[in-house]
């Protein structure tokens, strides 16, 4: 729950206004869950720097996804999407272990199954536009109650 603290924390000492600090957190949770694994920075990094977003607040976004958090998330999008997209006969292995993803025979199975390229990008794409709607309305609702009540971000987190 410290993480979470945090991240409040900083939103709500970020100077702007409650849409744009919400607007620029939701696009940077779009970037961080996006199916464009391996260019989140790249992707964030350039909108801070086309646009006129806020940058911090776009930056704590795009950095949510956390490094143990990818392999479930994007196994889950992989799943979704073959499901969204009717793809029957494609299966996971049984069980996966951290041990097991390391191993040789795991990624030459994922090689194998380079087709679930389609539905993995479909799946994330899904669910990163879903996670940056709730992420904006949440930002939204935390900033608007944050800011009326006047209160010191450590009043508030201690109630």
């Known amino acids: 729950m410290s993480r979470i603290k945090q991240i409040l924390v900083k939103l709500a000492s970020l100077e702007g206004t409650t849409r744009l600090i919400s607007l620029s957190f939701a696009i940077g949770v779009f970037i961080g869950f996006s199916p464009f694994l391996g260019l989140h920075t790249l992707m964030a990094l350039t909108l801070c720097v086309l646009t006129r977003l806020n940058k911090p607040a776009l930056m704590i976004g795009a950095f949510l996804n956390l490094p143990w958090i990818l392999v479930p998330y994007y196994t889950f999008a992989t799943w979704l999407g073959t499901v969204i997209l009717d793809m029957p006969g494609r299966s996971f292995p049984a069980q996966l272990g951290l041990t097991d993803i390391m191993s040789r025979e795991f990624f030459e199975w ?50």
């Not at 994330?124 to 949440?138: D, G, N, P, R, T």
């Open 110 to 159: 994922l090689v194998s199954q380079w087709v679930l390229l389609i539905p993995a990008f479909t799946g994330s794409l899904l669910l990163s536009v879903i996670l940056a709607l709730l992420a904006y309305k949440a930002a939204a609702i935390f900033l608007n109650r944050y800011r009326s009540s006047g209160l010191k971000m450590t009043k508030a987190m201690d109630s």
